[in-house]
DNA sequence: TAGTGTGAAGGAGTTCACAGCC
DNA sequence: GGCTGTGAACTCCTTCACACTA
């Protein structure tokens, strides 16, 4: 359906959607690229141009987009009409507490269910999900047609456990942990980096970045 | 000290940090661009023009980086030789794991307290945190010499409390919530959103992307 | 010889300007 | 008149090529 757009336009996509499902819900009928684009911070002509790239048809020249249906173009786009399958690999803090996150299935996202390393854990109901070894992930990934992994392993084992979900054939990593993954190519990675995103802080907290300075 | 580097350098730059404090540790001694871009999943060219941007010394032809050296000096660059003092803004679930997390004076920040609007939590310690009301932002900014906060409240009152970091004189946020914040522009945001990150995997997961198929 | 330092070429994404429709 | 659709200019980042030095 739709070739290659930059990743940069894939994450305003994804912003752009966020905005319009709100403007939807307040029952907003119609946005302009002004408008859009100032709710996602970014210019009206980058609004325009990423969605010429998506082939978007629900514009109309002199009055906007039509919130609804733009929606749902962008839904459909960013493939968030069908619904997606995903497993918690690492049932530690972090993986039990996204076991515990509420609404993911409003986003087409079904939790179903996690694995770890740990005997323990291992045939266990945490808040919803059902605990399998994580050697039992091949088989259960084709049972289960998974389709994504939340990794949310150790540091150290994450390229083992990485090495297994790919090996399961899953497609699809939201990579928690702070280190670099190595995957084929068919397989995609996102990372979901706190740490990174606090060093980079740090670097533009620096007085340098302080802009020529009032004084 | 550092003038403008593409943010795409600096993002790098934190990487090759972490593959250079492995190194590190494994008392490895020098280093090529090709060994540390291999690493990063980088291009060697990529990685010396990096480098070349942050002006690092610790480049010997014929020979590679001194690990040790290059690691103290990208430190630097990135400002983590001074310590950070970091607030937690919403204490709810994850402002509460974020508080519990083991090592951040290893990276020179610190955690000094947490802010919220719920009554039950102020005045307590949650985990080594005390929780003051965020009406105290400002006086409690000050007095502490906060430097970043860590955004973790509702969707819903995400911007108020942002104004309220913003007006408390603090000029770094890292922001875990999944919407767009206005703040201005002395004040740097970090996104960490890990439902932007799911919704990309499901863009690069539909078959479009599967790359000119095998068949 | 091996691998950095760095200008120059190339490519990708952004901004602009304006034609085209409602 | 107003705002989208879209080619063209521009800017920025990446890749390349190679001179240079330990």
Redesign the pocket.
Known sequence: MQH??????VS?LVSYLRVLADMEAEGVA???????GGASQ????????????T???????????TVAILRRELSSTLGLTRSWRVAIVGMGRLGQALADYPDFSGFNFSLICGFDRDASKVGKTLGTLPVFDTRELADRAREQALDIAFLTVPVASAQAATDLIVAAGIRGILNFVPTVLTVPEAVRVEPVDFLAGLKRLAFYLQPHAAVAAAS
Chains 1, 2 share one sequence.
């Open positions: 290659d757009l930059p990743s940069v336009t305003r119609y946005v302009t690229s002004e408008r859009l970014v210019s009206a002509h980058q609004v325009r141009k990423d969605l010429l790239l082939r978007v048809t629900s514009g109309t020249r002199g009055r906007g987009y």
